[in-house]
């Protein structure tokens, strides 16, 4: 076949293609699910007090945060920015909580002030959500577990408890 000739084939084969991708359905956004809506529990203005436990992460004492949490671009996501104070002074945090899908899990990633950064995966049934996580601390993975209690729509509980093992779980801070 002649360069002509191919040039006249392809450019009947992308005319001939047109018309039938115009006739395939029209791709649309994503719409969040139910289950990304039940984040919405989460936008608003929290103020949060917590008891820290002596741990190898910081020292015992008191913790206090606010935090604004919003719904970012799409519904899909919840952000939240936050400012506290604890044992080891002041500290800035924003946080994401999302759903998967795919996976069929809730989502957390985070960062701090400290330098800190984590990223967990949760399920939530009824009025609590938990949240489990892996950090490399000293050499050696630590598990958390992240819980929280919704009480009424303004007011909820939590805690956050370690393990070396995944089975023996202590308590680290509640609030």
Not at 10 to 31: T, V
Not at 52 to 81: D, L, R
Not at 119 to 126: C, S, V
Request: hydrophobic share 30%; with cysteine; proline share 5%.
């Amino acid at each position: 076949m002649t360069s002509r000739r191919v040039g006249v084939v392809a450019a009947a084969a992308i005319a001939l293609a047109i018309p039938a991708f115009a006739q395939e359905k029209k791709m649309e956004m994503p719409k969040p699910g139910p289950e990304a809506k039940k984040l919405g529990y989460f936008v608003g203005s929290w103020k949060s007090e917590a008891d820290i436990k002596q741990n190898a992460m910081m020292p015992a004492g008191k913790m206090s945060e606010t935090a604004k949490c919003e719904w970012f671009h799409g519904g899909f996501h919840v952000t939240c920015h936050s400012s506290g104070s604890g044992p080891m002074g002041n500290m800035h945090a924003l946080g994401v909580l999302g759903y998967n899908p795919e996976e069929k899990k809730y989502t957390y990633y985070g960062v701090d002030s400290s330098g800190h950064a984590e990223m967990a995966t949760g399920t939530n049934e009824g009025n609590v959500w938990s949240y489990l996580g892996d950090e490399k601390m000293g050499g050696k993975t630590i598990h958390g577990r992240y819980t929280i209690t919704t009480e009424s729509p303004t007011s909820y509980t939590f805690k956050y408890e370690t393990s070396e093992d995944g089975q023996k779980w202590t308590e680290v801070l509640s609030g």
